[in-house]
T-cell receptor, first 113, second 114 residues
């Protein structure tokens, strides 16, 4: 089992460009999350999805959109990238029933110039 | 409001010395608390978790943490540091009820000196 996979691993964008970060899981988990990690800031929740077809905003949703395509996949879209969105992005999943543990992907390092 | 505070953004210890990473929390409900570790250029992995059972929780790689309600703390310790323990450590609090969201502290970078 691959667990949680993210593509791409690295990306450089120019200001104003758009892109989609992909996340897929083979753990049959219901909940999925997108975080961004910035130096000295810890991880901050961008969006989450408690189940297929539902999404909700987290702490820092501005400038992002998400799609929960099916149970396995949860994508994060930047419609018009800004330098402030330079960060490392992590996808995570949660089994929901009694475990509370989140499982993280390897991350996508995004630079916006 | 529910929050997590990690005291010390950088902790440096010698190999074989005690590791102590501090975490305090604020929660209006009984907390569920976690420590995660992040090695360079990797994602986060769970070290240990407290979910209202035993207050002394043992995790992987010889780490343990003690939940102290009176001090609203969940400090992470390891008796003897190893070079391989060098990483960033995050304390997290379960928030969001049935949405299982986590609120993370800002992280503590652990350096182990030979």
């Amino acid at each position: 089992n691959a667990g949680v996979t993210q593509t791409p691993k690295f990306q450089v964008l120019k200001t104003g460009q758009s892109m989609t970060l992909q996340c897929a899981q083979d753990m049959n988990h219901n909940s999925m999350y997108w975080y961004r990690q910035d130096p000295g800031m810890g991880l901050r929740l961008i969006y989450y999805s408690a189940s297929e077809g539902t999404t909700d905003k987290g702490e820092v949703p501005n400038g992002y959109n998400v799609s929960r395509l099916n149970k396995r996949e949860f994508s994060l879209r930047l419609e018009s990238a800004a330098p402030s969105q330079t960060s490392v992005y992590f996808c995570a999943t949660n089994r929901d029933r009694g475990s509370y543990e989140q499982y993280f992907g390897p991350g996508t390092r995004l630079t916006v110039t | 409001a529910q929050s997590v505070t990690q005291l010390g953004s950088h902790v440096s210890v010698s190999e074989g010395a005690l590791v102590l990473l501090r975490c305090n929390y604020s929660s209006s409900v009984p907390p569920y608390l976690f420590w995660y570790v992040q090695y360079p250029n990797q994602g986060l992995q769970l070290l240990l978790k407290y979910t209202s059972a035993a207050t002394l929780v043992k995790g992987i790689n010889g780490f343990e943490a003690e939940f102290k309600k009176s001090e609203t703390s969940f400090h992470l310790t390891k008796p003897s540091a190893h070079m391989s323990d060098a990483a960033e450590y995050f304390c997290a609090l379960l928030t969001g009820g049935s949405n299982y969201k986590l609120t993370f502290g800002k992280g503590t970078l652990l350096t182990v000196n030979p």
